[in-house]
């Protein structure tokens, strides 16, 4: 199995998996890269998958199901380009020959799912969409802080070795928000360097995986003293409990420049 994110608009990636013959391609938000991609390599897309409702990830489906044929899967609470097979928490699929599990993770939209795989080459691979980003997470556009804890809770307790592809190259203003947060986190200082010459050299940062995330993403530490405190500087009073301290770091990220 080969994977390949497909740049596209400003900063997303489109995740394409393929055997050689069948591909899949996750949350495509233009279909144009994904057909270039299709006629250069001979592949035909077998399946697409889709996270959640946004545009930028959705806004090629219509056309690449017209083109293709593939089948599309998606979340089942969300308005998304009808026909498509919808899916929810524990549901499992099988596509390319691979079995995904479906969790969801509501907090960016309300019915955003992500998929799972325990094992491609050797290792699992998740596609979170824009629940996970390498040193962040997603905005709460349609859930709270609690959900989306939970959410990302449910994706830090998978396995340290797992692939994560997310949506989004937002990784070194993720990592500079990381490091003020937590500014005595080597991991995370050499991390950072590490993303910076990986960027000036035009590559992505991802795939990230959940056992580094789980050293350096703040949005996954927030039990740790670090990040309770730096949350406490910020709110200037203690937050409390672990969702408050989340909440409040997410909102001084939104504010952070
Ligand atoms: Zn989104
Ligand atoms: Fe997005």
Known sequence: ??????????????????????????????????????RHSGLQLATILVTHHHPDHIGGVDELRDATGAQVYGPAREKIPEPLTRLAQGDEITVLGLRFRVFDVPGHTAGHIAYYCEEVDGAPLLFCGDTLFSGGCGRLFEGTPAQMLDSLHKLAALPGNTRVCCTHEYTLANLKFAKAVEPGNDELAHYFDHCESLRASGLPTLPSSIGRERRINPFLRAREPAVQRAAQDYNGADPGDEVAVFAAIRQWKNEFK
């Not at 591909?23 to 279909?31: F, H």
Request: aromatic share 14%; hydrophobic share 50%.
């Open 1 to 38: 199995m080969k994977f390949i994110p497909l740049p596209a608009f400003q900063d997303n990636y489109l995740w394409m998996l393929h055997d050689g013959h069948r591909a899949l391609v996750v949350d495509p938000g233009d279909a144009k890269p994904v057909l270039q991609f299709l």
